[in-house]
Nanobody
């Protein structure tokens, strides 16, 4: 089972940037796709972005397209989420997840990190 550890969350003002990291224990063996999800206060967990380990192909939710960038460093077994021009609507706990198929539904991912909190003030 792949182990995932997120970091990089924090409290920022609207318009600021943050970069989240997700360190993994062995993704090339246990997963093909890495995703970022978030869960805002009182909301369900929602898809943010995903990336395929092999070729780096990425896909984004419409709400973050053009502001967020997902990337991976295969040598470091780490996935990143660069978040620019943050808004209060981006507030939530951000989770990385590992899976085997190109999906946006949380149930298609079989390993999860503990989450990192992002708070954006107006």
């Amino acid at each position: 089972q792949v182990q995932l550890v997120e970091s990089g969350g924090g409290l920022v003002q609207a318009g600021a940037s943050l970069r989240l990291s997700c360190a993994t224990s062995g993704p090339t063996v246990s997963s093909d796709v890495m995703g970022w999800f978030r869960q805002g206060p009182g909301k369900e967990r929602e898809f943010v972005a995903r990336i395929r380990w092999g070729d780096g192909a990425s896909y984004y939710a419409d709400s973050v397209k053009g502001r967020f960038t997902i990337s991976r460093d295969r040598a470091k077994n780490t996935v990143y989420l660069q978040m620019n021009n943050l808004t209060p609507e981006d507030t939530g706990i951000y989770y990385c997840a590992a899976g085997h198929c190109l999906a946006t539904y949380p149930g298609n991912y079989n390993a999860w990190g503990q989450g990192t909190r992002v708070t954006v003030s107006s």
